[in-house]
């Protein structure tokens, strides 16, 4: 591992920016052109053992790159060292990229290091990439969705972080096409034993220059999509993790109703 001290972290010598950096599942062409410039403007990349040889092979020769996988070598890394070791990259370097396998937010651990780089004052920015879901769909030619045949997916862990199986306890709602209806989602929701409280984030014309992202708790919904519901298309997020919209930006949808 290279040189870098994790013991000093106060955040005044922060030089840099995290991006975590989604690679797709694994064929370099399903990287997207904001990752390839990301990799290319990187000082330094810590990558996980999914990223691919082809991928691999494309890093740029000037950048410092660290393996922290579990399969690169044989001292794992655990969690917590990577989460040291980005914040001792930003105090060191201006570029840091943390390149993950598919996408940084879908069982990749990205929630986690964004919460603990934020959390020590360090900017981060998220650059999405196809998960293994849509990917390996896609090239074994089947339709996640179909509207004869499947008209919700479920992406489940197959094992816990003690290593083991539960069948999901709070899974993460994502609805498309959904504005119009969202006072029956919500009632049936709320029957289904959500809590009142259960946050939720609306996104219109994500990633477009007027993205907007509002935010709120499930039995405000339908007065938040009927405010909204021309702003573009959207998608309602239903869940606990929509509350990480809150803490990053948007109206609290609460304070506009009281
Ligand atoms: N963040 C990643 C998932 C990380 S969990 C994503 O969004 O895709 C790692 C698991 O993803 C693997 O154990 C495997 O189940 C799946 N996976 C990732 N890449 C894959 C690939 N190219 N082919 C098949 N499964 C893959």
Redesign the pocket.
Known sequence: MKNIDTKQQNNTTIKGKVLLV?AG??DPELLTLKAMRAINEADIILYDS?I?DEILAMMPQKSTKICVGKRCGAHKMSQIDIQKLLIASAQKYKHVVRL?????????R?GEELEYLQAHGIDVDVIP?????A??AAAAKIPLTHRQYGNALMLD??HTQFGDFEPSQNPTRVFYMGLKQAGLITARLLSDGLHESTPVALIANGTLPNQEVHSGLLIDLPILAERYSASGPALIIVGEVASFAAQNQTQMIRQAVA
């Open positions: 989604g599942p694994g999914l691919s993950k396998g598919g996408d940084p937010f879908i069982f990749g990205g990439g196809i998960t293994a879901a990917g390996c862990s197959g």
